[in-house]
């Protein structure tokens, strides 16, 4: 089995910095980490590596650094590090981004599953997986907790929904982006570390995939960021005072007076004449 | 003029265009594709052939610019036969930005048995109703789906296409977004008009709330665009707008690579988070697993349902599903009570727009007091029991 696993790092704090001309983050400068959900998705294509057999390739278009968590991810069991890197593929948004990733994908050549996050946590956009299966033809599933079965013509996977779940399948090739509770991700091993340091991590640029200048990039990308500021959260919330009893009965009346209790019990409601 | 064109030297006649047009308007004649009159020029073709032997003459390169974009397309969601309140939703702040636009506003409806779905979304604010009825959309289905939303954009080219950014409306979005090569902004809260530009301003939050984003999509359409469930504002229904139900000549793709085999709706207390009116959750401050025992009691007597902070979903006392915040689900009902929530930026990134927060936390300092438009302090047990006393009174 080919597994495919899209990985991006984020920053490991809120605090953010933009660039005021672009309106896009600064990411230099900022320390850094895997994506959490993107760590599910790595546990989840070495489990099944485990119990398949194959290879897995990480893969993820970022600024030249993003190397280090690629080794990362070598460490852990990766078979293949691939990073996409090039100015030219700056300041791109998710279907830039998508594109980027299958021209690097295409380069790879066949592949049975991909694996991406939920969502990265910096933009919390949730784009690039559907986006990315769309440019490779294959079918995708998405907020997937748990892979039920596979084999090498199909993927049966729970998917957690609005309402509840579902229960999925697809034919392979396919991609899924998986939740946070699909598992629980090793540590690197010593033996895992040392074996990274020997592997190198492949740098592709733009033009090794092919790539077509109008769509990478802030040229390729349709969405611009006009404007960004900080939301005001700050309230003075009203207190109530006294004991647990006096405050309960005073925030009922509140919530009550606000509409937002139904109606008295033995009350008239608005249907009752 | 535009006008399409097949490579005579490099079609192969292979046929995938034939396939791909959804009007039935290419024919293999002597080894070669031709494309009838009744073409619309929509590029499905173009897309499909795998050596670029058909082209628009007189158009860019790039298959998807801004001639001919007008109106605003709603995608209505349906769960269990029944329009999903956020589509609702929608269809108001869509018809707050049609006026300013001065274009009509659509839906796209898609389903099985469809026809009362459809005079409500009327009621709520719809011109039109693209409807497509049948048994192959009775399931949410990505591929299925973004194919049909495919084509009705295709015929009907609308300049704002809007989803509520549910499960389904994040995961079928960014797939038609990408086979439109046109920009998407995820979970907006905020909508308006260039009206200068013509341009939808799109305002999100980014890094988990830390951050407000306004996002334009200048040079593509449609201009697309997923919306918290809870933030826009439905119009009251009106039984007497008129509006036109009109049935679009889509295919409907025969076969599929995603099958969906079983499809489970959570009852009672577990029912849908992101659609509630009223969430109670628990944080760590109660304690223990024991204690959800009140939460849920309580949120009961209240009509709403529980939620959870992540520790008290590492901890095993509820399940994921019920996780609120950045690595969980985003809610933004009436009235949240936070019950033993410290208020994390990661927590409160998935409820800060509720309408009204309610905390109950004993440290004063708490950061959740800062987004409470209510504070109660004290040990949230005692309180929690007193709330459920004094509900039981009424
Ligand atoms: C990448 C990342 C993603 C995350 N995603 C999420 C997410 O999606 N959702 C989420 O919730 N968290 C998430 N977190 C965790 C988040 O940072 C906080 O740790 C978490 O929200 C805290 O949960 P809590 O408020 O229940 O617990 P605590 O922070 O432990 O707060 C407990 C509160 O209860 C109060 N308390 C204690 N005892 C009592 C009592 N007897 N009576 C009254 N009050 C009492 C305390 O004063 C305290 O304020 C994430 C963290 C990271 C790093
Ligand atoms: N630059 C990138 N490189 C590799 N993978 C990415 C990149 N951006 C996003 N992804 C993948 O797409 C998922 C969703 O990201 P997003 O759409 O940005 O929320 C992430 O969890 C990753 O798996």
Redesign the interface.
């Known amino acids: 089995m080919k597994i495919i696993v899209c990985v991006k790092q984020v920053?490991a704090s809120?605090?953010?910095r933009l660039n005021r001309e672009t309106?896009t983050i600064i990411r230099e400068g900022v320390a850094s980490m895997l994506n959490?959900?993107d760590s599910y998705a790595l546990e989840e294509a070495l489990r099944l590596k485990e119990t398949l057999g194959g290879e897995v390739t990480t893969i993820s278009m970022g600024i030249p650094s993003v190397a280090d968590l690629l080794k990362a991810t070598l460490a852990l069991g990766a078979d293949r590090a691939i990073l996409l890197t090039d100015r030219k593929f700056a300041g791109a948004?998710?279907?830039a981004t998508?594109y980027a990733l299958a021209k690097g994908i295409n380069r790879l050549g066949t592949f049975d599953l991909i694996i991406c996050g939920k969502q990265a946590?910096?933009?919390?956009?949730?784009?690039?997986?559907?986006?990315?299966?769309?440019?490779l033809g294959?079918?995708?599933?998405?907020?997937v907790?748990q892979i039920k079965e596979i084999d090498g013509q199909r993927i049966?996977c729970l998917?957690?929904?609005?309402?509840?779940?579902?229960?999925?399948?697809?034919?392979l090739p396919?991609l899924i982006t998986v939740?946070?509770?699909i598992n629980l991700p090793r540590l690197p091993s010593i033996a895992g570390l040392r074996r990274a340091l020997s592997q190198p991590v492949t740098l592709w640029t733009a033009a090794d995939v092919d790539a077509d200048p109008?769509h990478i990039g802030l040229q390729g990308?349709?969405?611009?960021?006009?404007?960004?500021?900080?939301?005001e959260?700050?309230?003075q919330?009203?207190?109530?005072e006294g004991?647990?009893?006096q405050?309960?009965?005073q925030?009922?009346e509140?919530?009550?007076s606000?509409g937002?209790?139904?109606p008295?019990?033995g009350g008239l409601s608005n249907d009752q004449h | 003029m535009i006008s399409i064109r097949v490579d005579q030297n490099r079609c192969v006649a292979c046929g995938q265009c034939v396939e791909a047009c959804p009007f039935g308007q290419i024919q293999l004649e002597m080894d070669v594709a031709t494309i009838g009159d009744r073409c619309t020029l929509c590029g499905s073709c173009i897309s499909a052939c795998p050596l670029e032997a058909i082209e628009l003459e007189g158009a860019q390169p790039v298959a998807n610019t801004m001639t001919d974009h007008r109106g605003i397309l709603v995608w209505a969601e349906l769960s269990g036969g029944q329009v999903k309140p956020v589509t609702f939703e929608l269809l108001g702040e869509a018809r707050r930005l049609a006026h300013q636009l001065g274009v009509p506003v659509a839906v796209a409806l898609l389903g099985a048995s469809t026809s009362s779905a459809a005079s409500d979304c009327i009621k709520y604010g719809a011109d039109l109703v693209y409807l497509v009825d049948d048994a192959r959309l009775a399931l949410y289905n990505d591929e299925i789906y973004a194919a049909v939303m495919e084509q009705i954009i295709r015929m009907y080219r609308p300049e704002i296409l809007l989803m509520g950014a549910t499960t389904y409306g994040r995961s079928l979005a960014p797939r038609l977004a990408s086979r439109l090569n046109t920009g998407l902004t995820a979970d907006c809260t905020q909508l308006a008009i260039d009206t200068e530009k013509r341009l939808l301003l799109q305002t999100r939050p980014a890094f988990g709330g830390n951050l407000m984003a306004t996002i334009t999509c200048p040079q593509r359409r449609p201009q697309m665009a997923t919306v918290r469930p809870g933030v826009m504002k439905a119009l009251p229904p009106d039984a007497d707008r008129q509006g036109q139900v009109i049935v679009p000549p889509v295919e409907i793709p025969q076969t599929s690579k995603t099958r969906v085999l079983e499809v489970i709706q959570l009852q009672g207390d577990q029912v849908d988070l992101t659609a509630a009116e009223i969430v109670v959750a628990a944080g760590k401050g109660i304690g223990s697993a024991a204690n959800m025992k009140l939460i849920a009691e309580l949120a009961q007597l209240l009509g709403g349902v529980v939620g959870a902070t992540r520790p008290v979903v590492d901890a095993g006392w509820i399940s994921y599903s019920h996780q609120i915040g950045q690595t969980g689900k985003t809610v933004s009902p009436k009235l949240y009570i936070a019950c033993g929530i410290s208020g994390a930026v990661q927590h409160t990134a998935g409820m800060s727009g509720a309408e009204t927060i309610v905390a109950i936390n004993k440290d004063p300092d708490a950061p959740i007091h800062r987004i409470a438009h209510y504070s109660l302090i004290g040990d949230v047990i005692d309180i929690v029991q007193a709330l459920i006393a004094e509900l039981k009174k009424r």
């Open positions: 920053p809120t605090q953010v309106g959490p959900y948004d998710t279907l998508a946590i910096d933009g919390d956009t949730a784009q690039v997986g559907p986006s990315l299966a769309e440019k294959v079918p995708h599933l998405t907020n907790q049966q998917r957690l929904t609005d309402a509840g779940y579902e229960t999925v399948e697809l034919q396919a939740v946070k509770d109008n990308s349709p969405t611009q960021v006009t404007s960004t500021f900080v939301p959260h700050q309230r919330s009203e207190r109530f004991d647990a009893s405050q309960a009965s925030l009922v509140r919530l009550s606000l937002l209790l139904g008295r019990e």
